[in-house]
């Protein structure tokens, strides 16, 4: 997630600024805040949250079941699933932000989705603002053809 740092005054400012040009707000940040700790300390909480919230029971098991069938679009994933494809996309969406799920092309406009990570670890910090989460992803094979693996932390 992008965030702004800056004071009240600053935050003030481009507000009016946006309020006088609303395409100003499409290319910025929805987050502000005084400073870079206090960001940090405010985003790690949040997506803490946000991922124990998006790995419901529900959504693992849809993980799952895209990982094992494969589908080749949404719409036969909202087949094998028993769910609306309108919201398998939503939550798809918030999977692929959080480096969980990609989509490949295929012919026309179909987009199949696949499971990228391996393995997502969370480590909460419950006496301060030091949690971490990190998603495992299976990378691209070695030139000597071994299984690599590349990690990103947040």
Known sequence: MTYRTGTIGDFMRWTKRVVAEPGLATAEPKHWF???TTAETALGARAAEAMVKLL???NIALLRLIAEKRPAS???LAALADRKESN???TLKK???AGIVDFEDSPGRVRAPRVIA???TLALD???PTS?????RDAEPAEDGAPQSRTAER
């Open 56 to 58: 419901s029971e529900e």
């Open 74 to 76: 949404l719409r036969e």
């Open 95 to 97: 999977l692929r932000e």
């Open 132 to 136: 971490r989460l990190s998603v495992e």
């Open 88 to 90: 398998l996309s939503r």
């Open 118 to 120: 391996r393995r997502i």
């Open 34 to 36: 005084d400073s870079a």
């Open 126 to 128: 419950l006496a301060g």
